[in-house]
Structure formats: structure tokens, C-alpha cells
């Protein structure tokens, strides 16, 4: 295959007054590469949060930017600088979400590397990444499938531990691919939602107790009601400053809070330290993961292929980038919103 000398992008640009509604499609040139880079073909990327909050600039810290967005894909090796040696054209593969971050905990400077970001995403035709960021993708993923990994499921993956029983809050992609995993390793999963017809659908994928949140507003109860009130030993928790306090009252004596998400808005109540005092609860912040633990979930997916399949909620075409962002919006999906990049 030849390499190609131009490559159609996303783009952002600085001060916009519509958020994602100003995305526009540009041409720009492929980098020459350099010794260490790998130029991959994108085939797919997925949509999360994130990618919604920085376009409409309620993320923080990213004001007046022109922006490339994304940050989760899948592609196809097309070439390798001259210092590569563990990749080679046709090899399928994601990048992380953190070029950087390779093992052990994230530091200011792997998450300032973070792509989509400062860094331009991943929303482009073609892109180079340095040899050492990126993963091999599941043998029997689909590219499409693939792109949900980077983000939502490396999440859930680094959150969750050996545990008898999860909470999921929510059936977006985190909390999906959470359900997902955590059913894999044998735990029961207790999943809420404000739909019946999503909870359906975590049904079908092994959750064991659905709670419409709705309906049971007091939810945490519930909860500890199905938990003969031991409570669950992790809550994968996406809501933020409206859920925090109930996923406290969740946990077991000693369980883990895996804070991910900020989706609701609320004033935390001021007794919240000694909620967490009182349970003894590990409450962790999760920013994503490393290369090592991508490839390490990678494993256990091939070896679990029945149980991990990515749930795509809507498959958008690279010229509806402005529809898929409005779709994330709605917060109508279940699962990931995924684009495809390349029409072969």
C-alpha cells in the first residue's frame, strides 16, 4: 500500500459558539514519520463523554483551542519509520487513549498526552503514533468493535477487581463493558437505568438484579435489600456529584467507589467523609489505563470471546460526525457510538 499524502480530519476550531455543532471536515498533509512512528489507517473510532464535553467546552482547561477530536480507535498499520520493529503493515490495532502511558499509575504528564485533547485525536483518516502506544486488537474483534476498547472498556477493566458482587450505574459504554467484564469473572452484577427497555437489554448480558432508578429513587436500599445489607464489593461510578453519596451507601464495609463518570449535577451532602469514614470505603479516581493493562484485557477477552462482545448502540458514516455527537448527547444509546473512519 502505498502512502498516502493526504488525510481528511475532524476539526474544532477555536472559539466556536455551537460546540459540536461547528465540527467541520478538513484536508491536511500526512506527517513524514519519524524513526519511532507507526502511521496507522483508521478505520473506526467510538464516541464517549469526553469527546462531547470538550466540544461543547465544559470540560475545563481546553478554552479558545482548535481541537481534533477523539480518542478512541482501531486501524490497520500502513507503514513504520525505520526504528520499528514489532509492528508491520497490516497489523491491526488500537492506540491508547494516553500515548504515554505505558504502565503503572497516570502522571500530569501521561494524561497532558492524552489524545483529543491537546494532542489531536483520532477523528482523521490517517495518524502516527509512537510504536510503543499502541495495542494488537482481538483476533475475532471487528475494527468497529475494536474502537470501543481504548476508552470505555480499559476503564472498566482497571476498575474492577476480583469481587463477588458489581454495581454498574447506567448502561453507557463504561458501564456496559463493566457489566461485561465483571460477568466474565464470575461476579453478580446489579445494573440501573432509568429505562426498562435498557435494562433489557443488561439483562440479556447477565446482569443478575436491574433497579430503575425512576421508579426506586432511593436506590442504594434497594440494594442493600438484594445484598441481605452487606452491599456490593465494587460500584463502577459514572453519575458524579448526584450518585456519589448513594454509591457510598452501596458498597460493602471496606468495598471500593471507582469514581469514572461525572454525568448528574447536585451539592454533595456534607456528611460524604464520613459516609466514607463509615463504610470504610476505598473511593479510587479512574483515568483509563496503560498500554500494559490494554494488552493484558486483551487477553482476557480473546480467551472469553462469548461473554465480550462490544455492544454497539449506532454505527455513524465519517461524514455524519455532527449526527453521532448529537446521538452521545441524547443520552439515548446503550453501549458505544461508533464512526467509521474509512469506507474500505
Same mark, same amino acid.
Given at each position: ?8 480530519? #475532524?476539526?474544532?476550531?477555536? /472559539?466556536?459558539?455551537? /460546540? ?15 524513526? $519511532?512512528?507507526?502511521?496507522?489507517? !483508521? ?12 466540544? $461543547?467546552?465544559?470540560? /475545563?482547561? @481546553? ?11 482501531? /486501524?490497520?498499520?500502513?507503514? !513504520? ?14 492506540? $491508547? ?28 483518516? #490517517? ?15 471487528? #475494527? ?12 472498566? #477493566? $482497571? ?21 461485561? @467484564? ?15 427497555? +435498557?435494562?433489557?437489554?443488561?439483562? +440479556?448480558?447477565?446482569?443478575?438484579? %436491574? ?26 461510578? =459514572? ?11 452501596? =458498597? ?34 479512574? %483515568? ?26 449506532? =454505527? ?11 446521538? @452521545? ?16
Amino acid at each position: 500500500m502505498s502512502i498516502p499524502q493526504k488525510s481528511r480530519q #475532524y476539526f474544532l476550531p477555536a /472559539g466556536r459558539k455551537e /460546540g459540536y455543532k461547528n465540527l467541520t471536515i478538513t484536508e491536511v498533509e500526512v506527517p513524514k514519520l519519524k524513526a $519511532n512512528e507507526v502511521l496507522v489507517k !483508521v478505520h473506526a473510532a467510538s464516541l464517549q463523554y469526553r469527546d462531547l464535553a470538550i466540544a $461543547n467546552e465544559f470540560y /475545563g482547561g @481546553l478554552d479558545g483551542r482548535e481541537i481534533v477530536p477523539g480518542s478512541d480507535m482501531a /486501524g490497520e498499520v500502513i507503514a !513504520v519509520g525505520q526504528d520499528v520493529t514489532d509492528w508491520k503493515a497490516g497489523d491491526r490495532v488500537c492506540a $491508547n487513549f494516553s500515548p504515554a502511558h505505558l504502565h503503572g499509575d497516570p502522571t500530569a504528564a501521561t494524561m497532558a498526552a492524552a489524545l483529543g485533547a491537546v494532542a489531536p485525536g483520532v477523528l482523521t483518516e #490517517y495518524r502516527a503514533f509512537p510504536s510503543e502506544s499502541l495495542v494488537r486488537i482481538p483476533a475475532h474483534f471487528s #475494527y468497529q468493535q475494536a474502537s470501543t476498547l481504548p476508552c470505555a472498556a480499559l476503564t472498566a #477493566y $482497571n476498575a474492577l477487581n476480583a469481587g463477588d458482587t458489581v454495581l454498574v450505574l447506567g448502561t453507557g459504554g463504561v458501564s456496559i463493558w463493566a457489566l461485561q @467484564l465483571a460477568v466474565t469473572s464470575g461476579a453478580t452484577v446489579i445494573a440501573t437505568s432509568s429505562s426498562d427497555e +435498557k435494562l433489557k437489554i443488561a439483562e +440479556k448480558l447477565g446482569a443478575k438484579h %436491574l433497579i430503575n432508578y425512576r421508579n426506586t429513587p432511593n436506590w442504594e436500599e434497594e440494594v442493600l435489600k438484594i445484598t441481605n445489607g452487606v452491599g456490593v464489593d465494587h460500584v463502577v461510578e =459514572v453519575g458524579g456529584q448526584g450518585t456519589m453519596h448513594k454509591s457510598i451507601k452501596s =458498597v460493602r464495609m471496606g468495598g471500593g467507589v471507582y469514581v469514572i463518570g461525572v454525568l448528574t449535577h447536585g451539592d454533595l451532602p456534607q456528611d460524604i467523609f464520613r459516609l466514607v469514614l463509615g463504610r470504610a470505603a476505598e473511593v479510587r479516581g479512574i %483515568l483509563i489505563g496503560s498500554v500494559a493493562q490494554f494488552k493484558d484485557m486483551v487477553r482476557l477477552i480473546e480467551a472469553n470471546p462469548e461473554k465480550t462482545t462490544p455492544v454497539i448502540d449506532k =454505527v455513524f458514516a465519517f461524514e455524519e460526525g455532527i449526527a453521532a455527537f448529537a446521538h @452521545l448527547e441524547s443520552q439515548k444509546h446503550v453501549g458505544k457510538i461508533v464512526i467509521q473512519v474509512s469506507k474500505d
